[in-house]
């Protein structure tokens, strides 16, 4: 059983940045495939970003890419999803994910564990 959960979100001007952070309960946290996932009021939950295992492959959703970093700290069981130049559309609920995979997954069916989440809003 692994236990998530968000923070870090909040309400940023266009333009501006947010670190959020996911702590993961338990001793098993390298086991997992760690993913951000968001939904928008009234959309489905879209993928973002996920990262391997060890941290060393990561795969990001285009719309986020340059913009958006995500990373891990195993040693402190954290996962991190630094977003620089945010924009209106990128407001959203973002949510944690863990998967028992080692490779970072794209869809959210192949996640056994989520967040309860932590909302971001970016204003124009």
């Known amino acids: 059983q692994v236990q998530l959960v968000e923070s870090g979100g909040g309400l940023v001007q266009a333009g501006g940045s947010l670190r959020l952070s996911c702590a993961a309960s338990?001793?098993?946290?390298?086991?997992?495939?760690m993913g951000w996932f968001r939904q928008a009021p009234g959309k489905e939950r879209d993928f973002v970003a996920a990262i391997s295992r060890g941290g060393a492959d990561t795969k990001y959703v285009d719309s986020v890419k340059g913009r958006f970093t995500i990373s891990r700290d195993n040693a402190k069981n954290l996962v991190y999803l630094q977003m620089n130049s945010l924009k209106p559309e990128d407001t959203a609920a973002y949510y944690c994910?863990?998967?028992?995979?080692?490779?970072?997954?794209?869809?959210?069916?192949?996640?056994?564990?989520w967040g309860q989440g932590t909302q971001v809003t970016v204003s124009s």
């Open positions: 338990g001793r098993t946290f390298t086991r997992y495939s």
């Open positions: 994910a863990a998967a028992n995979t080692l490779f970072p997954l794209v869809r959210g069916e192949g996640y056994d564990y």
